[in-house]
């Protein structure tokens, strides 16, 4: 695998993201996908920061397994909006790493092109290994819903940034605040939503992401590590 690049400043990152974010392809369906990982981070204040990688099978709907990374949080770049990739990249691929199996698909709790330089963490992640992947953001970071959004379960209106899309602002279930869907790499903007819309939820989250909320939060209190093969809610 690539190594992960660690920037120096900030004017590197940017660099690198405006390389990779020409790498993007925004094409391709998710026909193939058997398998999902979900990734999302949990961390505190002069905390390690720990990542959990739910390997997802779609078929019987349910957690196969779930692999963990952390970083030092000496060794974590800083927090600054935007440049989320670089602080929590390097615990997901330790993550992903842990699995048994490399997953058919990236599901990251952050943003895919929807960005002001289009790589956000799930475009990053999906270029840097070359892998189909979504990003499902709980908050909007960049562009502008094209029309209102009703309250009803299951509906969506694109997200719009300069004139083009970027994602989809989604209503998982009625009554509920919006999600923001936008692709990584090697996904359509149809397919992403289609394939969001398929996974079951118990809340607004699409369960495989509940999940790896669980999972990170459990890893960062118990001090979990490397995988754990009998995985339950």
């Keep these: 695998m690539i190594a992960f690049p660690t920037p120096r400043t900030l004017q590197e990152a940017t660099a690198i993201q405006r390389d990779l974010a020409a790498r993007v392809s925004l094409t391709g369906d998710l026909s193939h996908v058997r398998t999902l990982a979900a990734l999302d981070a949990s961390y505190k204040r002069d905390e390690a920061l720990v990542a959990a990688a739910v390997l997802w099978d779609c078929e019987s709907q349910e957690v196969r397994e779930v692999g963990f990374g952390a970083v030092d949080p000496d060794g974590v770049f800083p927090y600054v909006p935007g440049y989320l990739s670089f602080r929590e990249a390097p615990a997901y691929l330790e993550a992903l790493a842990n699995l048994s199996a490399p997953p058919d698909l990236l599901l990251v709790d952050g943003q895919g092109v929807a960005h002001p330089r289009g790589l956000g963490i799930a475009a990053h992640l999906g270029v840097h290994l070359d892998l189909p992947s979504l990003g499902v953001a709980k908050s909007l970071l960049y562009g502008k819903p094209a029309a209102e959004l009703s309250n009803e379960a299951g509906n969506a209106v694109p997200l719009i940034a300069k004139g083009a899309q970027v994602g989809w602002v989604y209503r998982s279930r009625t009554n509920v605040k919006a999600l923001y869907l936008s692709p990584g790499h090697r996904v359509g903007f149809d397919a992403g939503l ?30 979990l590590r490397g995988r754990t093969d009998s995985a339950s809610s």
């Design 194 to 223: 289609a394939f969001v819309r398929a996974l079951p939820g118990r809340t607004k989250l699409p369960e495989p992401l509940r999940q790896a909320h669980l999972w990170a939060g459990r890893a960062r209190k118990e001090g």
